[in-house]
């Protein structure tokens, strides 16, 4: 029994690391920075790409169900644009005074003995400013964000990760696709389903895609299996359950989620294991994440 008692306290914990979303699971719905994304993104849509007025929502949510991002969405039926001009304009005018300092997360993550890595579709930009709004700018190792997963200097995902940074690069790629492209009439799709088409690919790389998870995952050098994925999506949950990541629902419990959380702050409450690990936190950061690997320098 003596021997037991004394392994139950060495074994080794069920996670090596904590995968969190940012936008909707770091700040609540509440703040409306999701609404105001939206708005802006059919703003540009309007204003940027020519998109008629009277169809700019519905083509907006058929892009955004179907592909994961509007933008994503848009490069795959054939918009062609800047990456950081539609980052610029969609995040450059967000209310980001409606994210307050959150001294009660910050504590809960700094208390945590396990890596905390951001993994959002958003850019570097957004997070980064997103972050520091909240006060977690120092509780995370790195970000894996839109420049991480498509990284400027190749148009291919490429296996050599030593020069992908978990921020991604200062700049992005304009565009791979030719400026003359035809746009691909989705709405029309999806109006008529027996046409024969099939909806073309986008060369964005994406939650809720599979293989962007798994290499989320490769660039962090993460175990599927040992890692605990936090988000607010669904449809990510399940993409993330389908690679093999233990889930958490922010919002609610989806089908086949491991646990759910009613707040963010609650984690301690609902899996008390994760601090019950029968060791001292070694992981602490100060400063901004860089690069795959290292711990956040000042």
């Keep these: 029994m003596e021997y037991e008692d004394k392994y139950s306290l060495t074994k080794r914990p069920k996670y090596d690391c904590l995968l ?48 994961g991002t509007s933008m994503a969405g848009l490069r795959a039926v054939g918009y062609d644009f800047d990456y950081d001009e539609f980052h610029s304009y969609v995040h450059g005018r967000l209310p980001y005074e409606n994210l307050q300092p959150d001294p009660s997360l910050k504590s809960l ?64 790629t ?23 088409t099939t909806l073309p690919k986008t060369p964005i790389v994406c939650k809720p895609q599979e293989s962007s998870i798994e290499r989320a ?12 994925f936090f988000e607010d999506s669904v449809r990510n949950i399940q993409a993330g359950k389908n690679v093999g990541l233990h889930t958490i629902g922010t919002s609610q419990r989806p089908k086949g989620a491991d646990y759910a959380l009613e707040s963010i702050h609650n984690i301690k409450q609902a899996i008390p294991e994760l601090w019950e690990t029968g ?14 690997g290292t711990s956040m320098t000042a």
């Design 217 to 228: 995952l490769k660039i962090a050098k993460v175990n599927p299996q040992r890692t605990l």
């Design 20 to 67: 969190f979303d940012l936008d909707d699971t770091l700040y609540p719905k509440s703040s409306g920075i999701a609404r105001e994304c939206g708005k802006n993104i059919r703003d540009y849509m309007v204003e940027k790409l020519g998109v008629e007025k009277d169809k700019v929502v519905e083509l907006a949510d058929l892009l955004y169900k179907n592909y």
């Design 279 to 292: 060791r001292k936190s070694e992981v602490s950061y100060t400063g901004q994440a860089v690069a795959v």
């Design 109 to 172: 993550l700094q208390t945590l003995p396990l890596r905390k890595i951001i993994f959002t579709n958003a850019d570097r930009v957004h997070a980064v400013t997103a972050l520091s709004r909240l006060g977690l700018e120092d509780c995370f190792e790195g970000i894996i964000c839109f420049e991480t997963l498509n990284p400027t200097h190749k148009n291919a995902v490429s296996d050599d990760e030593d020069d992908i940074e978990f921020l991604g690069s200062a700049t992005t």
């Design 174 to 196: 304009t565009t791979d696709a030719p400026r003359c492209r035809q746009i691909f009439d989705i709405i029309n799709h999806f109006s008529h389903p027996n046409n024969g």
